[in-house]
């Protein structure tokens, strides 16, 4: 159901990416939603991105993780902060190190949410032992899941589509976990992640927003208004 808080638009920017961090999060992760893990530490590529956006209010508000989410320029880094991130970390730099440098040399969980094929080996250094990842992205290269044997750590994948896809029988969880979200949206332990209306939908604004998905420069989502 609907945030009752929220208008159409602002509700808008949330179920697909809503779907996909909850999943991964407490699905593949198995992070407690309950709020037995925390403390335990959360590293978040992709922070300012959709699915980043809420994920960093998923971890922080619902689970209590210690939230570091990446980010490379100012204005996303002002986003995730906002949003509730405890750290910030560059993706386009050294992530190990500067895990290191912020007293992180391992995190219990990692998500990625913006190019695996990039991200994979800062993830894999970085794990816990018996830590978990888990990634939406697909590779265009092997990922190499050996380098997490030693530690036994776990790698997962999140689709939002497989219980659609394949009509899995705990296909209604994808409504309940939406109903609770719009229930936290509602009492304000969660906002929208829309980060941009670029209202009623012509040829420029529809080119515009693709132009910022194709870049990489979203912050939140993009949301056209006006059907
Ligand atoms: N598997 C699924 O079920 C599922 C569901 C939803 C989305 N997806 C996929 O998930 C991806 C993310 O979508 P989204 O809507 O959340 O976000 P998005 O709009 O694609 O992400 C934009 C953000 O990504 C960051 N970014 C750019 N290049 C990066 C890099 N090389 N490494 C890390 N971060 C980078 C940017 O942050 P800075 O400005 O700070 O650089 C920017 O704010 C898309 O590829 C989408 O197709 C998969």
């Known amino acids: 159901m609907k945030p009752a808080s929220l208008d159409f638009w602002h509700s808008a920017a949330l179920p697909l990416t809503t779907i996909t961090a909850w ?23 992709g922070g300012a991105g959709g699915v980043g ?5 998923l971890a922080k508000k619902v689970a209590k993780l210690k939230v570091i989410a990446t980010a490379s320029r100012p204005e996303s880094a002002k986003w995730v902060i906002e949003l509730g991130a405890d750290h910030i970390v ?17 995190v219990d969980y990692v998500l990625i949410f913006n190019d695996t094929d990039k991200h994979f080996l800062a993830a894999a250094a970085v794990i816990a032992t018996q830590g978990d990842i888990c ?11 050996e380098l997490m044997k030693a530690k036994s750590a776990a790698f997962h994948w999140e689709f939002m589509f497989t219980c659609s896809m394949f009509g899995t029988p705990d296909m209604i969880e994808q409504h309940k976990l939406l109903t609770e979200v719009a229930r936290l949206i509602d009492a ?7 980060g941009r209306d670029l209202g009623k939908i012509n040829a420029t604004n529809l080119r515009e927003a693709h132009q910022l998905l194709e870049e990489g420069r979203a912050i939140g989502k993009l949301v056209l208004t006006g059907f």
């Open 188 to 194: 304000s332990t969660i906002k929208t992640t829309l």
């Open 135 to 145: 990634t939406i992205i697909e590779n265009g290269k092997p990922i190499a899941v």
């Open 23 to 45: 999943e991964a999060l407490f699905d593949r992760l198995g992070v407690s939603a309950e709020g037995h893990d925390t403390g335990k530490s959360v590293l978040i590529v």
């Open 90 to 106: 560059d993706h386009f730099g050294d992530m190990p190190k500067q895990l290191k440098d912020a007293d992180f040399e391992q």
């Open 53 to 57: 956006s809420i994920s960093i209010q």
